[in-house]
């Protein structure tokens, strides 16, 4: 395994070695994309981004079409992103965000779950219908480090309240990443570029994607959370992952980071 940081990526703008500037950072990488109604999260993580930008912390977006595609959103950006560039564009103008994005790659979907959320599209391609690609080398290696903490969870001490959560999502436990469910799954990374722990691509819900809304709200018809999404269930997960990032903010460190080895 090798810190994530040090894995050639380039910005949304074509600047290589994109992921150098996170070294001695806090992270939390995402696949965004357009075309999917878990892109509410956006503002959610802009919120993250303000929050803890000051403190060393940075929300890194990694553009991919492997899930979902046109249809969900409206209006200008109806038919999904071609590009990163198209992924920033979004953001910055839907939900103002101000964190950087990556050029797109694909990442390591499901296959049976894409040709699901893809309306029955043939397995295999993505949510444009363009033919499913190898996995980049990043999600490569974020697939390698999550098998190794699956391997380990029994041995790691993580803060879950008695009962469980309230989120089923967070219920499902945080080491189960090595396998992608959709678009907006969440890696958080410690400073030295190995992955600390998952967290679901469901996760982060607030309500509904916002151009879609807006338009809902112009037919007169309400925008309602997701099934089984409350803001009880939101503030949950919001609040966890807080906690989780300001960990790390405070020195600690992924089970997988070697600096942890005793020699």
């Not at 395994?1 to 940081?5: D, Q």
């Not at 999260?41 to 959610?44: A, G, I, K, L, S």
């Given at each position: ?5 040090e ?22 990488v ?10 509410n999260?956006?503002?959610?993580l ?9 403190q ?11 899930y979902c595609?046109?249809?969900v ?21 839907v939900?103002?965000?101000t964190?950087?994005f ?22 295999g391609v ?36 008695d009962?469980?959560f309230?989120?089923?999502w ?10 992608m ?10 400073k ?6 998952h967290?679901?691509c ?24 997701g099934?089984?999404?409350t803001?009880e ?10 906690k989780e990032?300001e ?12 600096s942890?080895?005793?020699?």
């Open positions: 395994m090798k810190p994530i940081y894995i050639p990526l380039n910005s949304a703008e074509g600047t290589p070695n994109h992921l150098d500037q996170y070294k001695g950072k806090v992270t939390l995402v696949n965004t994309t357009v075309g999917c109604g878990n892109a999260q956006m503002e959610v802009q919120w993250l981004q303000e929050k803890y930008q000051d060393g912390f940075e929300v890194i977006a990694v553009p991919t079409n492997d595609g046109p249809g959103t409206k209006g200008k950006w109806s038919q999904g992103i071609t590009c990163g560039a198209d992924s920033k564009a979004y953001g910055e103008e939900y103002g965000t964190f950087k990556s050029e797109m790659v694909s990442s390591n979907p499901n296959s049976d779950l894409n040709h699901q959320l893809n309306n029955g599209l043939p397995e993505n949510g444009l219908g363009q033919p499913t690609l190898p996995p980049h080398e990043l999600y490569q290696e974020i697939a390698k480090q999550m098998l190794s903490l699956s391997d380990i969870k029994d041995t790691i001490k993580d803060d879950v309240p009962g469980g309230l989120s089923p967070l219920n499902l436990g945080f080491y189960n990443g090595s396998q469910g959709g678009n907006f799954e969440k890696y958080l990374v410690d030295d570029g190995y992955v600390v722990k967290f679901p469901t996760t982060l819900n607030y309500d509904i994607e916002k151009t879609l809304k807006e338009s809902l709200i112009a037919a007169g018809t309400p925008a309602k959370m099934e089984g999404r803001m269930v939101f503030n949950e997960e919001y609040e966890t992952i807080c990032i960990k790390l903010i405070a020195g600690a460190k992924s089970p997988l980071n070697p942890l080895v005793k020699i």
